[in-house]
């Protein structure tokens, strides 16, 4: 069975410095990560995913996504964080080929503020 | 933007009522999920529907959750009775299969409080 670790339960940045948004990642085989953005009284939204290819994805917002097949980690980033950033930020992962919808596993969730 | 609808936003009732969440998927999609979202618990898998059969279920308590998908615009998650233990935000996803590296796509939930 897959699993997903998000270590931290709060990353406090000031604005205008990089943040980083760690999670790692268990699943047989290859993975689809995928990264999820919640603000407060909304549903999950949905900001990138890496499925193959270049380990660094691109996503909304100037966030970005390094995949680190060795480390089995799949880390958050942005260069230059914003106020506005401040949300409850998800990973999820889901087994390459496997059948029978695309269900994902969950992290329990990073709670980041930035402060000015 | 296409956008998985969820109804009401807000219910608040005393245990031991009947409660019916309502979730219209994204127009096309084919797999729905249920999710319960607590601050002990974090999120939570109840079920999914793909091609509106359920897939699985284990993460709902049998004795009184249950869910249906009566038609592809409607899903449906019922609670009865009631408990306060219930009370969480309930949310639904909608995705695409085949096609496994597509995002699930989440409706803005529903608040659910049991007095």
């Known amino acids: 069975a897959q699993s997903v670790a998000q270590p931290e339960d709060q990353v406090n940045v000031a604005e205008g410095n990089p943040l980083t948004v760690k999670c790692t990642y268990s699943?047989?085989?290859?993975?689809?990560l995928f990264w999820y953005v919640q603000y407060p009284n909304r549903g999950l939204q949905f900001l990138l995913k890496?499925?193959?290819?270049?380990?660094l994805v691109k996503g909304s917002y100037g966030f970005e996504a390094e995949f680190n097949k060795s480390q089995t980690s799949f880390h958050l980033k942005k260069p230059s964080a914003l106020v506005s950033d401040s949300a409850l930020y998800f990973c999820?992962?889901?087994?390459?080929?496997?059948?029978?919808?695309?269900?994902?596993?969950f992290g329990t969730g990073t709670q980041l503020k930035v402060e000015l | 933007d296409a956008r998985v609808t969820q109804t009401p936003r807000h219910k608040v009732t005393e245990m031991g009522q009947e409660v019916t969440m309502r979730c219209q998927p994204i127009?096309?999609?084919?797999?729905v999920f249920w999710y319960r979202q607590t601050m002990m618990q974090g999120l939570e898998l109840l079920a999914y529907?793909?091609?509106?059969?359920?897939?699985?279920d284990s993460g709902m308590p049998k004795d009184r959750f249950s869910a249906e998908m009566p038609d592809a615009t409607l899903a449906t998650l019922k609670i009865q009775p009631s408990e306060p233990r219930d009370s969480a935000v309930y949310f639904c996803?909608?995705?695409?299969?085949?096609?496994?590296?597509?995002?699930?796509?989440f409706g803005d939930g529903t608040r659910l409080s049991i007095l």
């Open positions: 996803a909608s995705g695409l299969v085949p096609g496994g590296n597509q995002p699930q796509h």
């Open positions: 699943v047989s085989g290859n993975p689809y």
């Open positions: 890496y499925i193959t290819g270049d380990n």
């Open positions: 999820a992962v889901r087994p390459v080929g496997t059948g029978g919808g695309n269900k994902l596993t």
């Open positions: 127009l096309g999609h084919n797999t």
């Open positions: 529907f793909r091609n509106r059969a359920p897939l699985d």
